[in-house]
């Protein structure tokens, strides 16, 4: 929850110019920006290969859902993407895996891409829960979620304890799960989805170690929090990860 609609247009031009080199055949850059400053931040990368996407989204068309947002309507607004059941929902606003479901289904129905989000607590990883947890979310979030729709869904794991904490999961510990939801990927479906399916890690994302991240081998991308909110830290990210990519 932040950037109003002037701020957020600021970023986004801000990162337009400092990106317009960057080749984006090796990398996909995408802005996810308060449902206020949609439209708006839509108008700034309009022609460029930047994409926009949508913090949350509800899973019913219409109705009488007030102060909720519905698919369509974020694809009006120019989105392509949408996180669903990012850390803070679950944690303060009760999200849970049955309602990442019903959003995951909601959005595939109107070709949006889910970046769908999953990981534990400091509590959960202290108690050697960590993967028990990660299985939970990611099971129960893709219930019923066939080989097809699975092909256009991205994964990102949050560990919550590397986020504001001042801790952080260092490149091996991201690896480990990400080679983790890999596998059980390659569980619930076949090699072929394991293989193909994003992972991105979201846990204190800086142009420091980037680098290091992107290096490892199941490490495919990030979702980034306090880092994006600059443009020059954001498009240092990207610029870095650029590099490393082959």
Known sequence: MYKTINEAIDLASGLKRQLFKLDFAKVEVVLCPVFTALSEVSEVLNETDIGLGA?????????????????????DAGCKYVIIGHSERRQFF?????????????????????????????????????????????????AGIGTNDMEKIVIAYEPVWAIGTGKTATPDQAQEV????????????????????????????????????????????????????KADSFSAIVIKASEVVK
């Open 55 to 75: 913090q949350d989204v509800y899973w019913q068309d219409e109705g009488a859902f007030t102060g909720e947002v519905s698919p369509a309507m974020l694809k």
């Open 178 to 229: 990400h080679r983790y939801i890999r596998d059980l990927l390659k569980d619930i479906y076949d090699q072929e989805i394991s293989d193909a399916v994003r992972i991105q890690y979201g846990g204190s994302v800086k142009p420091e170690n980037i680098a290091e991240l992107i290096g490892k081998p199941d490490v495919d991308g990030a979702l980034v929090g306090g880092a994006s909110l």
């Open 94 to 142: 009760g999200e849970t895996n049955e309602t990442v479901n019903k959003k995951i289904q909601a959005v595939l129905k109107h070709a949006l891409t889910p970046i769908v989000c999953v990981g534990e607590n400091l509590k959960e990883r202290e108690s050697g829960e960590a993967f028990k947890v990660i299985e939970n979310h990611i099971r129960g979030s893709l």
